[in-house]
């Protein structure tokens, strides 16, 4: 059997464009994830040790199998990313003038946009992957991190991967996301993630021990997802979880209790100086 001339080029081109993408979503997440628990888990965990949410720290052989996994995840990514590009070529992304000249109106207009319809999108993913048989077959990789690092945020089964960047083909082809607006929301969604996995609460609080913008998700508010499976669903903000009565009853009690740490070691520190 002989292959048609033009396979081997087609394939060759593919082949580049795969890794063109796969450069730029490791770079992303090569930048955010190591640069993250080098900062947050290395250089400032001294200084930040009332921040922890947990006594224990996780091993070292999870931050590999982790990082690895990652690193698989982003394959995926970059093959999803392959799609929404033959979308575009095939002209299935309306709205040109919106992508690619955008107003600055449109620009940040977008930006909100996509950021509600991703969290919207994860919280009724992420639900349906903690049903037992999908659980198993989708998500279960990412819940062998009990206790979370800035290297779990990618750290998916292979069906995850898929399912978490499906996403973006499927909004784009539905909205003309100005394209500065997708790339800040490609660098919030990573930088939120890897936040939301460091294991230190870094949300600000109030005085009553509550979180000062109380419709974000905090680092607890995953956290006790990673603890507790089976409640606290939502990525960014707590909508979902408050509206379908998935938050979990603890949530608030334990933000206070790290907000209180926190605030007891700042207090000692002002009296000493
Ligand atoms: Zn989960
Ligand atoms: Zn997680």
């Not at 080029?9 to 795969?18: F, I, K, N, S, Y």
């Amino acid at each position: 059997m002989t292959l048609p001339e033009t396979l081997p080029e087609t394939v060759l081109d593919l082949g580049r464009a795969w890794l063109g993408g796969f450069q730029v979503d490791l770079t992303r997440y090569i930048v955010a994830a190591p640069l993250a628990w080098l900062l947050i888990c290395v250089v400032l965990a001294p200084a930040l040790k009332t921040w922890k949410i947990r006594e224990d720290r996780p091993p070292a052989l999870q931050h590999i199998v982790e990082l690895l996994c990652s690193v698989r995840s982003i394959a995926i990514f970059s093959a999803v990313t392959l799609i929404t590009v033959g979308l575009h070529k095939a002209g299935l992304l309306w709205g040109e003038a919106f992508r690619e000249t955008p107003t600055l109106l449109w620009t940040a207009g977008s930006l909100v946009l996509t950021i509600l319809a991703h969290d919207t999108w994860f919280y009724w993913v992420h639900r349906l992957m903690h049903r037992p048989r999908l659980f198993r077959a989708f998500h279960r990789r990412h819940h062998r991190s009990n206790n979370p690092t800035p290297f779990t945020a990618y750290s998916f089964d292979l069906g995850e991967a898929a399912v978490m960047a499906a996403f973006s083909p499927l909004f784009l082809m539905l909205v003309p996301v100005a394209w500065p607006a997708f790339g800040l929301f490609m660098i919030h969604q990573i930088a939120r993630n890897v936040i939301g996995h460091s294991g230190y609460e870094l949300f600000p609080a109030r005085r009553d021990g509550r979180p000062l913008f109380d419709w974000m998700t905090t680092v607890t508010h995953h956290d006790l997802h990673h603890a507790q499976a089976g409640s606290n669903y939502g990525l960014y903000f707590t909508a979902w979880d408050r509206w379908m009565g998935t938050e979990n009853p603890r949530y608030h009690a334990e933000f206070a209790r790290v907000a209180a740490r926190r605030r007891g070691a700042g207090a000692e520190v002002a009296a000493l100086s």
